[in-house]
């Protein structure tokens, strides 16, 4: 119990509050508010809170909605998926299975092959460009 309020309190440390707000009360940005929305470049996303490995340029697309989506994680091992029925919504939430910091929302609109849409919050994410070349 102890070991998690201090890690909490780390969060708060080390997060800035728009990104506590998201990874750790599971807030939401403003649709097209986040700058990976519009990232094109080749790379990876990693856990804002954690770093692990969770996304690639190859799954991203535009989707329309207003954040980063993705058809699927690097791995089904990267993130974890359960129920969320809160704001009087059936929606299954998206969280980091390393750490299990709130990322976003996983729906089944998406495009081939998977025909899922990752809806994930750019402050949830750090990116990492491939070096150019
Ligand atoms: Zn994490």
Excluded at 3 to 16: D, F, I
Excluded at 51 to 56: A, I, K, M, T, V
Excluded at 65 to 84: L, M, N
Aim: proline share 5%; aromatic share 10%.
């Amino acid at each position: 119990m102890e070991r998690k309020e201090a890690s909490e309190e780390k969060w708060r440390e080390t997060l800035s509050p728009l990104e506590y707000h998201v990874l750790r009360e599971k807030g939401t940005e403003r649709a097209f508010s986040g700058k990976l929305y519009t990232e094109k470049r080749r790379g990876r996303y990693y856990c804002r809170a954690c770093g692990q490995e969770l996304f690639s340029s190859e799954a991203k697309y535009e989707s329309g909605s207003g954040w980063p989506s993705y058809f699927q994680p690097v791995s089904t091992d990267a993130v974890d998926e359960h129920r969320d029925t809160s704001h009087g919504m059936l929606r299954t939430e998206v969280i980091c299975s390393n750490c299990k910091s709130h990322l976003g929302h996983v729906f089944s609109d998406g495009p081939e092959p998977t025909g899922l849409r990752y809806c994930i919050n750019s402050v949830s994410l750090r990116f990492n460009p491939e070096e150019a070349g």
